[in-house]
């Protein structure tokens, strides 16, 4: 026989999960579906990246921030891109398209299922960004450490870090601003002058900046020489004595490659558009260089039995060079002057 104090035991956790499975939170309430906001001081613009917050609602009134729930899937349209929550605004557009992200949230937990659809406006907060660096050099690689020969008693030579790559060159661009007086849109079209490829950017409000630029590439950092090998300990097995080997040198490290020179920018601003240039920042510096690499640590000596002769260590291996800071870019031309561009 139960007690009475189990069996009303029982009725209440039957009634919990009863109101559990209903969707009700006693908190807050019963959920009525979710939204899709930008978090707050999101920079919203081309090139930027920004996070969302998805919020549950509440028969209540009350809201509760979600964003972190497993539960919970985000979808963004091309050509944006997203990691977790955050999204990642399209910096390279290939035509004047839409002026707002298009973002779809889910949230599936057994029986609970909320979809929502929204349309986050951009290029009217934070500032427009225009990134044609040249791409950083690569790393070199380190060296490999120098073991004991299997049959030899001394210690072998690290081997030395491979030099870090030159930076590349920061693109040249052709820069025309125009501003569309049937909607007050300021349309920015950019020519990459190596590549001809053409980008269009659309800039509303003139509170926030335009950034671009088209610095250096950094140069890459040089390997690290390997360390050399530890010599082998003096041995006496048998009648056979063996002597200690001396430790192996250190690699040298690589070399830092060279840091990319900035590109050149020709700007040309319609007059009708001439305010702009107030507001625009260009930046064509040089790329930084790249480290040298360190030299590898010198291989101990093996340790001698008494009477014989005392090995060497190695040596440590020299460091590299570090590589040459970029030049700018040539001083950047910008002439407002009338154009006849179809944009």
């Not at 290029?123 to 490999?144: A, H, T, W």
């Amino acid at each position: 026989m139960f007690k009475k104090s189990t069996f009303y035991t029982l009725q209440l956790l039957i009634f919990i999960l009863a109101f559990a499975s209903c969707g009700i939170n006693k908190k807050y309430g019963k959920p009525t579906g979710i939204k899709v906001v930008p978090a707050e001081n999101a920079q919203i613009n081309y090139g930027q990246t920004f996070k969302l917050k998805v919020i549950m609602t509440f028969d209540t009134g009350k809201e509760l921030d979600i964003s972190s729930k497993s539960d919970v899937q985000i979808e963004v349209d091309a050509p944006h891109t997203k990691s977790g929550t955050s999204v990642i605004v399209d910096g390279y557009p290939q035509n004047f398209g839409s002026d707002s992200i298009f973002v779809k949230a889910i949230y599936d937990k057994k029986e609970q299922h909320f979809e929502t659809k929204t349309a986050i406006p951009f290029n009217y907060q934070g500032d427009l960004l225009m990134k044609f660096n040249g791409d950083s050099g690569k790393e070199g690689e380190d060296g490999s450490k120098g073991g004991t020969a299997l049959f030899f008693r001394h210690g072998k030579d690290g081997d030395p870090g491979a030099n870090g790559e030159n930076g590349n060159n920061g693109h040249d661009l052709s820069i025309h601003i125009y501003k569309d007086e049937s909607n007050g849109y300021y349309k920015i079209r950019v020519m990459d002058v190596s590549s001809g490829q053409l980008y269009y950017y659309r800039y509303k409000n003139l509170s926030f900046p335009i950034k671009v630029y088209c610095d250096g590439g950094i140069g890459g950092n040089g390997g690290d020489g390997g360390n050399g090998g530890d010599g082998k300990d003096g041995e006496q097995k048998d009648d056979k004595t063996k002597e200690p080997g001396n430790g192996g040198d250190g690699g040298a490290g690589g070399n830092g490659g060279n840091g990319g020179n900035g590109g050149n920018l020709y700007v040309f601003i319609h007059p009708n558009a001439a305010e702009i240039q107030q507001k625009i920042f260009f930046q064509n510096i040089g790329g930084a260089a790249g480290e040298a690499g360190n030299g590898g640590k010198a291989g101990d000596a093996g340790k001698p039995l008494e009477g014989q002769s005392t090995p060497e260590d190695g040596t440590a291996g020299v460091p590299g060079s570090p590589g040459a800071i970029g030049s700018a870019g040539s001083p950047i031309q910008i002439s407002v002057e009338d154009f006849d561009i179809d944009f």
